[in-house]
């Protein structure tokens, strides 16, 4: 009896995987359900805001969540890595956008807009994701010069940059945001821990030196408001009429949420004692309306986002996906950390919206571009994975 003969199997013969996911549905799942918190939340925190309106900011950020998606889907059905080519332009359209808004009108004492018919362009959000497709890609060009002392330093100044554009506009928290991206991407690229503890060693002398050392000179890097968010959270009992009403008033709203929250009877919420309740302050009105079960609701989901951005970032096809996975990682992290910190007292409040909760069409708009990224991501490891299997079967 004699072997049958082993020959090579054409490709095109092979049948075409059953299933192949065209996105991931637990990231989109964990990002409808944060809109669906935010639509809720809103409906009951800001219905005597505008009179006569009663929805309004629930339509809106019904229509942003609705514009955010739609591009999110272009975004995934794209090759990310193609955004590698372009860095240059989108390195200098972010320096444009935050450039460009000290020209336009001043909108509640601060240039960060840019007022279009529809809808007011925060350039600074727009910022994140433009630095995050750029710094990755920057990164991985020196990839391999990566211990060097100088390479690191030059990553993370086009980090700074940026963030010195956007701290006098004023926003400090967006500032901060684009830090954090810029050490998280060092950091999954591979930077020596000695680098990585001599960033964050340099970083807080800064703040030391901002907060203590250039006002004893006579220098004043902030502003005095910015400065007493900075400080305030450490003595909230100081001038609670004041300078730390905001944090004190976020505190009774969550402590008199209780395990199931108030409802109807969210006074803090309603009646506007709590400051900001549908942006930065958002936080607090779910845990007065809704109470612990709510609040962990909410923090579910975003424990989800992150644990799908943590997976995909460790399926990416390459370093540049990783590292763009990693920019927008830390994008979510830090907001969330700081927003619900600071709506509890254990962080200074900076302005940082809570993603996808807070109400704001650039934040919204800009989180979906993130997600579509990572979706994006997602399949092209899917496409890359199934390919790789077809070639060793063959």
Not at 131 to 135: P, R, Y
Not at 156 to 164: D, N, R
Not at 230 to 253: K, V
């Given at each position: 009896m004699s072997a049958t003969p082993i020959h090579a199997v054409d490709e095109t013969e092979l049948p075409a995987p059953r299933f192949l996911p065209l996105f991931d549905p637990l990231l989109l799942l964990g990002a409808l359900g944060l809109v669906a918190c935010s639509l809720v939340t809103l409906n009951g925190a800001t219905r005597s805001a505008v009179p006569g309106q009663p929805l309004y900011y629930v339509e809106r950020q019904g229509i942003y969540a609705g514009i955010g998606l739609f591009v999110a889907l272009l975004l995934s059905r794209i090759d990310y890595s193609r955004l590698r080519e372009y860095k240059f332009g989108l390195f200098g359209l972010m320096i444009a956008l935050n450039v460009v808004v000290f020209g336009m009108p001043t909108i509640r004492g601060a240039h960060r807009w840019i007022p279009l018919p529809y809808l007011q362009v925060q350039s600074s959000e727009f910022g994140k994701v433009l630095?995050?497709?750029?710094?990755a890609a920057f990164a991985v060009d020196r990839s391999r010069r990566l211990h060097e002392h100088?390479?690191?330093?030059?990553?993370?100044?086009?980090?700074?940059?940026?963030?010195?554009?956007?701290?006098?506009?004023p926003d400090l928290g967006t500032g901060m945001v684009y830090v954090a991206v810029g050490f998280t991407m060092l950091f999954f690229a591979g930077t020596s821990w000695k680098q990585l503890t001599g960033l964050v060693a340099m970083f807080v002398a800064s703040i030391a030196l901002v907060l203590a050392g250039a006002p004893a000179l006579g220098v004043h890097v902030l502003k005095p408001y910015q400065v007493q968010r900075?400080?305030?959270?450490?003595?909230?009992?100081?001038?609670?009429?004041?300078?730390?009403?905001?944090?004190?008033?976020?505190?009774?709203?969550i402590g008199s949420g209780g395990k199931t929250g108030r409802g109807a009877n969210a006074t803090q919420t309603k009646l506007n004692f709590l400051p900001a309740n549908d942006t930065d302050f958002i936080f607090a009105a779910v845990g007065e309306t809704y109470g612990f079960a709510g609040a962990a609701v909410v923090l579910s989901l975003y424990a989800l986002l992150i644990w799908r951005t943590l997976r995909i970032l460790t399926m990416s096809k390459n370093l540049y996906g990783t590292l763009i996975?990693?920019?927008i990682l830390a994008m979510l992290m830090f907001q969330v950390f700081v927003n619900v910190g600071m709506t509890i007292g254990i962080m200074p409040i900076t302005g940082v919206p809570l993603p996808l909760m807070s109400y704001g069409g650039s934040s919204v708009i800009v989180t979906f571009i993130a997600l579509g990224l990572l979706q994006s991501i997602y399949i092209q490891a899917r496409m890359a994975a199934a390919g790789k299997g077809r070639a060793l079967i063959s």
């Open positions: 630095l995050i497709a750029a710094l100088r390479t690191t330093a030059r990553i993370m100044l086009l980090a700074l940059l940026p963030a010195l554009l956007v701290i006098p506009q900075l400080t305030g959270f450490l003595n909230p009992s100081r001038d609670p009429q004041n300078q730390t009403y905001n944090i004190l008033q976020s505190e009774i709203a996975a990693g920019g």
